[in-house]
Nanobody
Framework: QVHVAESGGGLAQPGESLNLSCTTERSIFVNNYMGWYRQAPGKARELVGRITISGRSSIAEAVKGRFTISRDNAKSTMYLQMNNLKPEDTAVYYC????????????WGQGTQVTVSS
């Protein structure tokens, strides 16, 4: 079974930054598109952004200008840099492996909680 692991979540105050990481097996990572999704309490899971194998990314309008997705194929790690956090960014953030730029893949991490509160 392929293991997908997120890290970097936690508690932040409004305006602060957090950087999430996601890793998986190298042979899986370097051959797949990746993505970040989030799910707030009582809401459906929503796209945050996705990134191609070569590093071209797209970001959801709700977080554009504040969040950046990147990946380091040498380290088999994808990142989500979150700046100027807002209370509405509070959610469980999930890493997704596979799919295309418009569809999610079959592999998901367990999620990491991000809470933005003063």
């Amino acid at each position: 079974q392929v293991h997908v692991a997120e890290s970097g979540g936690g508690l932040a105050q409004p305006g602060e930054s957090l950087n999430l990481s996601c890793t998986t097996e190298r042979s899986i990572f370097v051959n797949n598109y990746m993505g970040w999704y989030r799910q707030a309490p009582g809401k459906a899971r929503e796209l945050v952004g996705r990134i191609t194998i070569s590093g071209r990314s797209s970001i959801a309008e709700a977080v554009k200008g504040r969040f950046t997705i990147s990946r380091d194929n040498a380290k088999s790690t994808m990142y989500l840099q979150m700046n100027n956090l807002k209370p509405e960014d509070t959610a469980v953030y999930y890493c997704n492996v596979g799919g295309t730029m418009s569809t999610w893949g079959d592999l998901w991490g367990q999620g990491t909680q991000v809470t933005v509160s003063s």
